[in-house]
């Protein structure tokens, strides 16, 4: 005779099937496992070191209280002064890049001739690195560079212009070296915009600053924010270019050479990791700022308006 199975054994299919259904639900699937290698590359190389540097920070060197090292720090009028320094730098270089940016790429947003050849030109900085740009404008715009010697043979001046070795210096090798991600953030940004907004815009009577600023404007804040919040980042880490083409110890002291300086020259990290978090301090503040602005200007979902 044939053995007949007894008992309710078919209902652990069922069973798995109800708790993959739950787990779905709440939005836990087999694709949201795929971002636990990432996650977990990101909490070591990041969040890990970070919460290193932040516990360091409040054990100084040289013993005292727990914030000794930030007190040391805004006491200090030539450590205190570089996080203006910093801002004085990162600042007008980031709106130069987002702004000019958006020009050229809401100009570049439709059919252009040479659109390719022009898009090659803007982005090529970003194959040249950091300090072969520094080492371009160190020979153009040097006291005995080409554009100096240019205006003294023209005797358009009557000595040397000093572009280099200050602040003007680095915020040029700071645009040349961060434009082009910038310009390519906008142009993906701008041309996934629907023209069709734009033109029943113009049927209603808006002219071209009235659909830009009442149409185009909003739909690109998000990108706006974001791109601006990444240069924002990278500019105010600057410390090749504040030290090959400006005053590192004077003009040009930011707040990461002031990083530097304690780390490898005093050995006092705990300093360094207290300078640290206030440079991500103020990143997060201007971040902050910069997402604010974008939520009031735009309150849709980021992809609202793209075609």
Not at 50 to 72: I, M, R
Not at 268 to 276: G, K, L, P, T, V
Request: hydrophobic share 55%; net charge positive.
């Amino acid at each position: 005779m044939r053995d007949v199975a007894i008992g309710p054994a078919p209902q652990a299919a069922p069973r798995r099937r109800g708790l993959r259904l739950r787990l779905a639900e709440r939005g836990i699937d087999g694709t949201l496992l795929l971002l636990l290698p990432g996650f977990g590359a990101v909490m070591l190389l990041f969040f890990v070191p970070f919460l290193y540097g932040l516990l360091l920070s409040f054990e100084p060197q040289k013993g005292g209280s727990p914030v000794a090292n930030y007190v040391d720090f805004f006491t200090d009028p030539y450590l205190r002064d570089t996080i203006v320094t910093t801002f004085r730098v990162a600042l007008p270089a980031t709106v130069f890049d987002v702004v000019f940016a958006v020009l050229i790429a809401y100009r570049m947003r439709g059919r252009v001739r040479g659109k390719r050849t022009l898009t090659t030109i803007l982005v090529l900085p970003v194959t040249l690195g950091t300090v072969f740009i520094a080492d371009g404008l160190l020979t153009y715009l040097g006291p005995r560079g080409w554009l100096n010697r240019t205006l003294l043979a023209l005797h358009l001046v009557d000595h040397e212009v000093q572009l280099i070795h200050n602040i003007w210096g680095v915020i040029f090798g700071l645009i040349i070296s961060g434009f082009p991600f910038v310009f390519l953030l906008m142009l993906s940004y701008v041309s996934g915009i629907d023209p069709s907004l734009e033109r029943a815009a113009a049927t209603l009577g808006a002219g071209p600053w009235q659909r830009f600023r009442r149409v185009t404007l909003p739909l690109l804040a998000p990108g706006i924010g974001i791109a601006f919040c990444l240069a924002f980042v990278l500019d105010f880490s600057v410390f090749p270019s504040a030290i090959l083409l400006g005053e590192p110890s004077r003009a040009t002291r930011v707040i990461s050479i002031a990083a530097y300086h304690a780390a490898f020259e005093q050995f006092d990290y705990s300093m360094a990791s207290a300078i640290a978090m206030l440079m991500a301090a103020c990143e997060l503040v201007v971040i902050g700022l910069v997402l604010f602005w974008r939520g009031r200007l735009y309150r849709g979902a980021a992809s609202a308006g793209k075609g």
